[in-house]
Antibody
């Protein structure tokens, strides 16, 4: 059974930094691209970033480009999101999502999410 | 880049059929795959339809997906509505290296 467990969320001041982690189990981690998707309170889903299985390819939404960095440690089966220069509008639940082998850019498993609150 | 537009909300009675649309703002809807996710309150999203009309094995056949080139839209249809279908539904696609979600549709089963 695929399990994705996010951690690292919390309260941070505007301009601050935070690193999210997503521990994966139940599948061959390095075979799959991984993603971060966020959801602001009461709002819809927003894709944040994708990293290829090897880690050699990374992609970002325009809203976070230059501020966020996605990475992975395949030996530890863990996905990361380093978030710098945080803004109030980055406040959201951040989900880790596994790419599906059935279709490009489709997510077949999601974590429970971790809440990031950016506020002074 | 393009946008995916969904109705903000729909409502229908148990046992009835409801269709949720997802309209592509520019470009041909048939040139991309559209996926659909269900998100119940307080839960993470789950896939109900992928690649326009494919249904995961665990999703009941009351759920179906389609593409309509004339309206440049994808649709999610749920028949035989049950109260457990009450949730937010999101369409999603990809434009090269960018991933896009529709704004979401709140389905109320009353």
């Amino acid at each position: 059974e695929v399990q994705l467990l996010e951690s690292g969320g919390g309260l941070v001041q505007p301009g601050g930094s935070l690193r999210l982690s997503c521990a994966a189990s139940g599948f061959t981690f390095n075979n799959y691209a991984m993603n971060w998707v966020r959801q602001a309170p009461g709002k819809g889903l927003e894709w944040v970033s994708t990293i290829s299985g090897s880690g050699g390819g990374t992609y970002y939404a325009d809203s976070v480009k230059g501020r966020f960095t996605i990475s992975r440690d395949n030996a530890k089966k863990t996905l990361y999101l380093q978030m710098n220069s945080l803004r109030a509008e980055d406040t959201a639940v951040y989900y880790c999502a596994k790419a599906s082998p059935a279709a490009q850019a489709m997510f077949d498993s999601w974590g429970q999410g971790t809440l990031v609150t950016v506020s002074s | 880049n393009f946008m995916l537009t969904q109705p903000h909300s729909v409502s229908e009675s148990p046992g009835k059929t409801v269709t949720i649309s997802c309209t592509r703002s520019s470009g041909n809807i048939a040139s991309i795959y559209v996926h659909w996710y269900q998100q119940r309150p307080g839960s993470s999203p789950t896939t109900v339809i992928y690649k326009d009309d494919q249904r995961p094995s665990w999703v009941p056949d009351r759920f179906s997906g389609s593409i309509d080139s004339s309206s440049n839209s994808a649709s999610l249809t749920i028949s035989g509505l049950k109260t457990e279908d009450e949730a937010d539904y999101y369409c999603q696609s990809s434009d090269g290296s960018n991933v896009l979600f529709g704004g979401g549709t709140k389905l109320t089963v009353l």
